[in-house]
C-alpha cells in the first residue's frame, strides 16, 4: 500500500510572514517617494477622473497610513522598545478634535460644496497622519534620519534652481504636464508683483514656494556643516551644500513677498547659533556678497523689497483688518469649529494659518496643532542635549529651527491649504520626533539605534529554530 502524501506542516500565527514584512521598503525609501510626488509633480497637477482627490502625493500619503495601521497591528516585542512620543500625542489629538469637529459640522448640516470640501480636508489629515506616523514609528536609526534629510534639503535647492530658471526665461517650464493623458492642470506656475516675476517652481503659489524655501534653509545649512549629514565624507562636498544655501536664500529673495523675507529672516536667527564662532564670520561675510551682488545684477530689487514694508497697499491692510473680524467668525463654534476646510473665500480670506484652524477646528484645534508644533521643537532640541555626535546636535538643531519657521510664516498665509507647505511641515515634525528616538537610544546605553531589517531578521531566526525542532520530531508511521 503507498503512503499517502504528506501535507504542508501548519505554521503558527506568531510565525505568519504578513504583508507589510513581505515588502522590501522601509520607512525612509517609502517617505522619499512620498516626497519626490511632493516635489516633482506640480501640486496643481491631479488626476482627472479623481478630482481633487487625484493629487499623487495625497494618495501615497493614504496609503502610508494604511501601511502604518497594518504594520502597527503586526507590532511585537522584538521589536526596538517602544519611548513615548509627544509629537504622535499631541496629533493623535489633534485628529481626535477633526473628526469631532466633522461630525458636528455634518449634523449642522452643510451645504453642496462645503461637504466635498469636508470630507476632502479630512481624508488630507489622515494623508498627513500617514506621512508622520510612519516617520514616527518606522525611522528608528540616523542613518535613515539622514537620507530623509538630505533628499529632503536636496529636493527644496532643485527647487530654487527651477524657479531661478523661470525667473530668467519667464515661463514655468512645466507646460508639458498638460500633454500627458489622463491628468488634470489647474491654476498655478508664475505670477508677477511690482514688474517683478514671482517663481513658485512647483508649488501652487510663490507664498507656498517660499515657505517651502526658508523651511530648509537650515537643513541645508547643517548639510553643509556635516558635509552632507554623514561622517567622514570629503569636505568637498560641503562647497555643494553651501552653494545650496546661498541659492534658497537668493530665490527667496528674489521672490517679492514680505512673508518670504519675514520667514528667511526667521531661518537665519535662528541657524546662525549653531554655526561654530570660527565658521559664522566667514558664513556671514558670504551672505552679505551674495547681498551685493543681487543688487548689482538687480538693480530695483532693494527699492521694490522695501516698498513691501512702508507701502500699504491691498494685501496689507486685508491682514491688519482680517484679526478684526476673527472674532465675528470664530463665534459660530468656539471649541471645535465649523469644519476643517469649510471656511470659503467666498466667506472672507485671512491669509492667515492659524486664524484659519480658530475658525476651522476652534480653539481646541489651535492648542492642540501649537502643541504639536512646541512638541516638534522640544523633541529636536531634547535629542539636541542628548546626543554627543555633532552631526546629530546639527541636524535635530536644524529641524527645530525648520519646524519654528513654518509655524511663523503659517501667520502670513494659509499654509495647510497649500499641500506642497503642508506636507513639507508635517515631515519635518516627524523627523523631529524621529531624531529625538535615536538621541534616546544613543543616551541609554544601548548601543546604535535597531536596523531597518533587525526585527526580519530576528523572525527568521526564530522560524528557523522552529522548522528545526519540528524536523527532529519522529512522524507518525503510516497505516
Known amino acids: 500500500m503507498s503512503e499517502p502524501a504528506q501535507g504542508p506542516i501548519p505554521v503558527s500565527a506568531v510565525e505568519h510572514i504578513a504583508i507589510t514584512r513581505k515588502i522590501p521598503w522601509d520607512a525612509a525609501r517609502l517617505v522619499m517617494v512620498y516626497l519626490v510626488l511632493l516635489f516633482a509633480v506640480p501640486s496643481y497637477v491631479s488626476i482627472s477622473s479623481l478630482g481633487t482627490l487625484g493629487r499623487p502625493h495625497f494618495l501615497w500619503g493614504l496609503g502610508m497610513?494604511?501601511?502604518?495601521?497594518i504594520s502597527r497591528l503586526q507590532w511585537r516585542t522584538v521589536d526596538v522598545a517602544s519611548t513615548s512620543q509627544p509629537v504622535r500625542f499631541a496629533f493623535v489629538v489633534f485628529l481626535v478634535i477633526a473628526l469631532v469637529s466633522f461630525a458636528d459640522a455634518m449634523l449642522r448640516g452643510q451645504p453642496a460644496d462645503q461637504i466635498s470640501q469636508l470630507?476632502?480636508?479630512?481624508?488630507?489629515?489622515?494623508?498627513?497622519?500617514?506621512?508622520?506616523?510612519?516617520?514616527?514609528?518606522?525611522?528608528?536609526?540616523?542613518?535613515?534620519?539622514?537620507?530623509?534629510?538630505?533628499?529632503?534639503?536636496?529636493?527644496?535647492?532643485?527647487?530654487?534652481?527651477?524657479?531661478?530658471?523661470?525667473?530668467?526665461?519667464?515661463?514655468s517650464l512645466l507646460d508639458f504636464w498638460g500633454s500627458v493623458p489622463g491628468l488634470n492642470v489647474g491654476?498655478?506656475?508664475?505670477?508677477?508683483?511690482?514688474?517683478?516675476?514671482?517663481?513658485?517652481?512647483?508649488?501652487?503659489?510663490?507664498?507656498?514656494?517660499?515657505?517651502?524655501?526658508?523651511?530648509?534653509?537650515?537643513l541645508c545649512v547643517a548639510g553643509a556643516l556635516t558635509q552632507g549629514f554623514g561622517r567622514g565624507q570629503a569636505r568637498s562636498t560641503a562647497a555643494w551644500w553651501w552653494a545650496a544655501s546661498a541659492l534658497l536664500a537668493v530665490v527667496a529673495l528674489m521672490s517679492v513677498s514680505r512673508s518670504s523675507i519675514i520667514g528667511l529672516?526667521?531661518?537665519?536667527?535662528?541657524?546662525?547659533?549653531?554655526?561654530?564662532?570660527?565658521?559664522?564670520?566667514?558664513?556671514?561675510?558670504?551672505?552679505?556678497?551674495?547681498?551685493?551682488?543681487?543688487?548689482a545684477l538687480m538693480p530695483g530689487l532693494?527699492?521694490?523689497?522695501?516698498?513691501?514694508?512702508?507701502?500699504?497697499?491691498?494685501?496689507?491692510?486685508?491682514?491688519?483688518?482680517?484679526?478684526?473680524?476673527?472674532?465675528?467668525?470664530?463665534?459660530?463654534?468656539?471649541?471645535?469649529?465649523?469644519?476643517?476646510?469649510t471656511f470659503l473665500p467666498r466667506y472672507y480670506v485671512?491669509?492667515?494659518?492659524?486664524?484659519?484652524?480658530?475658525?476651522?477646528?476652534?480653539?481646541?484645534?489651535?492648542?492642540?496643532?501649537?502643541?504639536?508644533?512646541?512638541?516638534?521643537?522640544?523633541?529636536?532640541?531634547?535629542?539636541?542635549?542628548?546626543?554627543?555626535?555633532?552631526?546629530?546636535?546639527?541636524?535635530?538643531?536644524?529641524?527645530?529651527a525648520s519646524v519654528i519657521t513654518a509655524a511663523v510664516v503659517l501667520a502670513f498665509f494659509d499654509g495647510l491649504?497649500?499641500?506642497?507647505?503642508?506636507?513639507?511641515?508635517?515631515?519635518?515634525?516627524?523627523?523631529?520626533?524621529?531624531?529625538?528616538?535615536?538621541?534616546?537610544?544613543?543616551k541609554r546605553g544601548m548601543g546604535v539605534a535597531i536596523?531597518?531589517?533587525?526585527?526580519?531578521?530576528s523572525m527568521a531566526e526564530d522560524r528557523a529554530s522552529r522548522r528545526e525542532a519540528r524536523s527532529s520530531q519522529p512522524r507518525p508511521a503510516a497505516p
Open 417 to 442: 491649504a497649500f499641500p506642497m507647505s503642508a506636507g513639507f511641515l508635517f515631515v519635518v515634525i516627524g523627523l523631529c520626533a524621529a531624531i529625538r528616538s535615536v538621541a534616546l537610544v544613543e
Open 187 to 218: 491654476e498655478g506656475g508664475i505670477a508677477e508683483r511690482s514688474g517683478r516675476t514671482r517663481t513658485a517652481a512647483t508649488a501652487m503659489h510663490p507664498l507656498e514656494f517660499g515657505t517651502v524655501l526658508n523651511a530648509a534653509l537650515p
Open 350 to 400: 485671512f491669509d492667515n494659518g492659524w486664524a484659519g484652524l480658530a475658525i476651522e477646528l476652534g480653539m481646541l484645534g489651535v492648542i492642540t496643532f501649537a502643541a504639536m508644533v512646541v512638541a516638534a521643537v522640544w523633541s529636536a532640541w531634547q535629542a539636541r542635549s542628548n546626543s554627543v555626535w555633532p552631526d546629530v546636535r546639527l541636524t535635530a538643531h536644524a529641524l527645530g
Open 265 to 295: 529672516a526667521v531661518a537665519v536667527v535662528l541657524i546662525v547659533p549653531a554655526i561654530p564662532r570660527r565658521t559664522r564670520l566667514l558664513v556671514v561675510s558670504g551672505g552679505l556678497g551674495v547681498i551685493v551682488a543681487m543688487v
Open 119 to 171: 470630507i476632502t480636508s479630512l481624508l488630507r489629515v489622515l494623508s498627513w497622519a500617514g506621512v508622520l506616523l510612519v516617520i514616527v514609528d518606522g525611522v528608528r536609526t540616523m542613518r535613515d534620519v539622514s537620507r530623509i534629510v538630505r533628499f529632503l534639503a536636496i529636493g527644496a535647492a532643485l527647487l530654487a534652481l527651477l524657479a531661478l530658471l523661470q525667473s530668467f526665461t519667464g515661463r
Open 302 to 341: 532693494v527699492g521694490t523689497t522695501l516698498s513691501l514694508f512702508t507701502s500699504s497697499d491691498g494685501s496689507t491692510m486685508s491682514r491688519t483688518g482680517a484679526l478684526d473680524r476673527l472674532p465675528e467668525f470664530v463665534a459660530a463654534s468656539p471649541l471645535v469649529g465649523i469644519g476643517f476646510g
Open 451 to 457: 536596523t531597518p531589517h533587525a526585527f526580519e531578521d
Open 65 to 69: 497610513f494604511a501601511f502604518w495601521a
